[in-house]
């Protein structure tokens, strides 16, 4: 990408992912702005990131404090998710400053559903689909005031107030010229600092973990009718050159011990998933230390000798796709994988002393009582608490989205967005399931779901001093499955009387529940299912 030499003061903003005005170190870290921020600083524009994630106040005065200090032309956003509510404050925090810069938005929520984001957030150029060309040629226009009907890819309104929307860029052909992500710049150091070793499975394996996370491709091969991709359906590859290079790149400048892929999947290929694991595997030799990592799989590549060899090449965790044991709504989904190869690869996992991280989710319009019990009987029979159980969500853009508005099961998109979506309501998008039968299934899954089958109660806690390790423990705990003592240090726990923390043995890779011994007697008394409804009630009104 060629260098522009620029004039123009760009401020790319990084919403909130809670609702806390507080700082927050845990989130989906949002790899889409590090890439565009990445651009920009390669085509030489001057650009200022701010994470407001990692400051205390509101949006507003955060926004405003910033525009007073400095005026800029451009403010730059987008989100990893839907997340209406805080791109509509940032937005607004920006248009009620006096300075007035052009507003660009990205991501998800406005590629999934362009003309209905741009008209109700009002920004003043959004960015469709990938935003790497696109960001260059728009900063370009906006600069030297062109023609902005030649940026491709884009929504704006004209000098009649028209609103107008340019032909669709082609997904980025060779992906391994976009420059790596801009870590420095969205304060991902910060990030390292405060994790912890019960944080999440990406994070389980390490005292003091430094999980870096990273894309190998771009689409998805697949076709499922409850995805929606932002960045394109077409699947291209970085070279493994390229994503090796990367990957050393980050244990030289940030000491990573682990490596999380974000990919939807990993690679359609075993060949390039072999190719991996062997530069893996010199990686960790040529830095003395196993780096650790995590992927996406599709259950149709796996087998007892890949697991294997990703075993050794320092793989942890897989995340399936499982979804649900019914054919008939597989076919629907149109999961291409059956019941019989979900079965082999849970069990082959296992085998393999790898961590699962899988779902089966309910409620796709061929979803009946009967293929709900046949999923649910499979997971009480094999799962051993590895499987998460959940409903299905038709997000926008996607095959199941657009069904429920043809059958106006969704009558109002507009709410739907800003209200069932960001409080993650459950509706009924089944065909043959009558609301009876659907409330029984919520209820069933969320009795499951509370059921804690596989607990430990810790040996030993001891809290860690330091002002750096606010709420940290060390703990000892027995693993329920292959009874191997593990010592963590860094555990993060909120109070050391009730407490109920998902972990992972590092000696077999099951999860399971470290609980406090009082947790363990409301367990026993039955008390404990409304004590963790009022939690989880808690936490959903955190979610934005």
């Known amino acids: 990408m060629s260098k522009k030499k ?10 909130r992912y809670t609702s806390s005005e507080k700082p927050n170190y845990v989130y989906s870290f949002p790899l ?19 994470n407001i994630n990692h400051l205390a106040g509101s949006t507003e005065n955060i926004l405003h404090k910033i ?38 938005l990205g991501g998800v929520i406005v590629t999934s559903e ?37 940026v491709e890819g884009i929504i704006y309104k004209n000098s009649e107030g028209e609103t107008i929307k340019t032909k669709l860029r082609k997904p980025i052909e060779n992906i391994d010229e976009i420059p790596f992500p801009d870590f420095d710049g969205l304060e991902f150091e910060k990030i390292f600092q405060s994790s912890c070793s019960s944080l999440n499975y990406a994070c389980n394996y390490h005292d003091y973990p430094r999980v870096y996370p990273i894309m190998g491709s771009r689409g998805c091969p697949f076709r499922c009718t409850f995805c929606y991709h932002c960045l394109g359906d077409k699947y291209r590859e970085r070279s493994m050159k390229n994503l090796m290079d990367e990957i050393e790149w980050a244990v030289e400048k940030y000491k990573i011990n682990s490596v999380f892929i974000y990919d939807d999947l990993f690679s359609y290929r075993k060949e390039r998933i072999y190719e991996f694991c062997g530069e893996m595997k010199k990686l960790s030799e040529k830095v003395g230390e196993k780096i650790r990592w995590s992927c996406q799989l599709s259950v149709l590549h796996v087998d007892k000798e890949l697991l294997k060899i990703m075993k050794d090449a320092g793989c942890e965790t897989i995340s399936y796709g499982f979804e649900s044991f019914s054919e008939e709504v597989l076919r629907s989904m149109r999961k291409p994988i059956t019941p019989e190869k979900i079965d082999v690869a849970f ?26 019990i046949k999923t649910l009987n499979y997971w009480k029979k094999n799962c051993k608490g590895q499987v998460n159980l ?17 059958k106006g099961i969704i009558k109002d998109k507009l709410s739907f967005i800003k209200n069932e979506m960001k409080n993650e309501v459950i509706i009924n998008m089944t065909d043959a399931m009558n609301e009876s039968d659907f409330e029984w299934l919520k209820k069933e899954v969320d009795k499951l779901m509370r059921k804690v ?8 806690v001891k809290k860690m001093s330091g002002v750096r390790n606010k709420n940290r423990h060390e703990v000892l705990a027995k693993c329920p499955f292959c009874k191997e003592k593990t010592y963590y240090k860094n555990f993060y726990l909120r109070t050391r009387y009730i407490y109920r ?15 406090s011994p009082l947790f363990r007697v409301l367990m026993k008394f039955g008390l404990v299912n409304d004590l963790l409804r009022k939690y989880h009630a808690i936490l959903r009104r955190k979610i934005v």
């Open 390 to 406: 959940g409903f299905i969500y038709a997000y926008p853009g996607s095959e199941l989205y657009n069904n429920c508005l043809k």
């Open 347 to 372: 069990k082959a996992t296992l085998e393999a002393k790898i961590g699962i991280q899988a779902n089966f989710i309910f409620g796709d319009f061929a979803e009946t009582k009967q293929t709900a």
């Open 114 to 150: 362009p003309e209905l984001m741009f008209e109700s957030l009002r920004p003043d150029f959004a960015v469709i689909g990938e935003g790497e060309i696109t960001i260059i040629d728009l900063l370009e226009c906006i600069e030297k005031k062109k023609d902005f009907k030649k």
């Open 67 to 104: 525009l007073d200090n400095q005026k800029y032309d451009v403010v730059a956003t987008g989100h990893v998710g839907i997340g209406y509510s805080m791109i509509e404050k940032i937005i607004k925090s920006v248009r009620n400053h006096n300075s007035r810069p052009k507003i660009i």
């Open 6 to 15: 620029s004039n123009l003061k760009i401020l790319l903003v990084v919403p």
């Open 453 to 460: 089958v596989n607990i430990s109660v810790p040996l030993h």
């Open 32 to 50: 889409g702005l590090a890439y565009i921020s990445a651009v920009m600083k390669e085509a030489d524009y001057d650009v200022t990131c701010i």
């Open 501 to 515: 923390s998902y972990t992972m043995c590092r000696n077999c890779n099951m999860r399971y529940y470290l609980v």
